[in-house]
C-alpha cells in the first residue's frame, strides 16, 4: 500500500512540474469561463423564462459553468497520454514496478489539482459580478472536494478514451463530439425540469449532472441541489471508480 501511495504521488508531482514549466494552458482555459459568466450570464440574467426559484440566473449559472470549465479543461488531459506514448514515455512508466492503477490514480489526482486552479479563476470572475458566493469553510471545502473529484472523474474518461483511439487526430474528433452533449445534456445553465423527457432522461445518467448539483448545493447562497449532496459525491465516486479500474485495465494496451 505504502508503495501503491508512492507511486501515485510521483506521478502526479510529474505532472504538477510539467504544469509549472508552461502554465500556459491554464490561462487560455480561464478565458471560457470569464466569456461565460461575463456575457452569456450577464444577458440571460434579463431573460425570465428560465425557473430558477430565489436565485438569480447569473447565481444559477455560476457553478453550472466551473463545472464546464472542469470539463473543457480534464476532457482533453487524455491527449497528453498519447503524446507520452509517442515520446516513448508510456513505456518507460510501464516498466516499472508501479502498478497500473497507482499510474492512471496518479494523473487523475494530477487533473484534479488543476480542477482547483480553474474553481479559482471562476471563484474570483463570480465575485467580481457580484453572484452570491458561501464564503464559510465547509461551502468552500465542499467546493474544493466536488471540482477535485469532477475533475479526476472527466480526465479519467479522457484517458479511456485516449487508450481506445490511440492517435491524436481521432481523439481531438471524439472530444469535439463529446463536449457540448456533455454539457447541454446537463443542468449546468437550465434545470432539468425544462428538458423533454428523452433529454431529461440522459441528463440523469450524465455524470456531469450531478458534479453541478453539488456545486449548487455547496457554491451558492440559497442554492438547493435536486439531490442529496451523499448521493452527488456517492454517484460521481462510483463513476469514478468504475473509469479508474477500466482505464489501469486498457493504460497497458496504449503502446500496442
Known sequence: MKDFFYATAAVAQAEIRKLMRDPTELVSRAVQPVLWLAVFGQVFSKVRGIPTGNLRYLDFMAPGILAQSILFSAIFYGIAIIWERDLGIVHKLLVTPASRTALVLG?????????????????????????????????????????????????????????????????????????????????????????????????????????????????????????????????????FGLLLAIASRLYPGLIR
Not at 123 to 141: E, S, T, W
Not at 173 to 184: A, D, E, K, N, R
Not at 201 to 210: C, E, F, G, K, Q
Open 107 to 239: 494523473k487523475a489526482v494530477a487533473a484534479g489539482l488543476r480542477g482547483l486552479v480553474q474553481a479559482i479563476v471562476v471563484y474570483l470572475v463570480a465575485l467580481g459580478l457580484n453572484v452570491g458566493i458561501r464564503r464559510d469553510f465547509g461551502a468552500m471545502a465542499g467546493v474544493a472536494l466536488a471540482v477535485f473529484l469532477g475533475s479526476c472523474l472527466f480526465a479519467t474518461f479522457s484517458l479511456v478514451i485516449a487508450c481506445v483511439v490511440k492517435t491524436r487526430e481521432r481523439f481531438m474528433g471524439i472530444g469535439q463530439v463529446l463536449t457540448m452533449p456533455l454539457f447541454f445534456a446537463s443542468n449546468a445553465i437550465y434545470p432539468l425540469e425544462m428538458m423533454p423527457g428523452w433529454l431529461k432522461a440522459i441528463a440523469i445518467v450524465n455524470p456531469l449532472t450531478y458534479l453541478v448539483d453539488a456545486l449548487r448545493d455547496t457554491m451558492i447562497v440559497g442554492g438547493h441541489g435536486m439531490y442529496p449532496l451523499a448521493m452527488s459525491f456517492g454517484v460521481m465516486g462510483a463513476v
